[in-house]
């Protein structure tokens, strides 16, 4: 079973920056897919951006391209999602997902391809 850890949450102003950290204490998450997905309230968690174990590649959701990065560190054993820009709707619980093979089949960062979950952090955009 892979535990997600996720960490770098809070409260910004609009048009400031977050990075968001998602580990696995004592499991490597070499070769793993990794997705960011977040849960706004009243709403259905969706998918922000994923990265490929394999090769790196990245997919991330129209709402966040341009202002989201998604990075992994192996040495760290940690998947960042570096947010800039940051708008009020971009307010909600940020989780980080592993599948359970390690890679997911279409990658298409869908919620629905992810198996284990962190607890999530908060992040909340406002003046």
């Known amino acids: 079973q892979v535990q997600l850890v996720e960490s770098g949450g809070g409260l910004v102003q609009p048009g400031g920056s977050l990075r968001l950290s998602c580990a696995a204490p004592g499991f490597s998450l070499d070769y793993y897919d990794i997705g960011w997905f977040r849960q706004a309230p009243g709403k259905e968690r969706e998918g922000v951006s994923c990265?490929?174990?394999?090769?790196?590649?990245?997919v991330y959701a129209d709402s966040v391209k341009g202002r989201f990065t998604i990075s992994r560190d192996n040495a760290k054993n940690t998947v960042y999602l570096q947010m800039n820009s940051l708008k009020p709707e971009d307010t909600a619980v940020y989780y980080c997902a592993a599948p359970l093979l390690g890679f997911t089949v279409q990658a298409l960062c869908t919620r629905d391809e992810y198996d284990y979950w962190g607890q999530g952090t908060q992040v909340t955009v406002s003046s």
């Open positions: 990265i490929s174990g394999s090769d790196g590649s990245t």
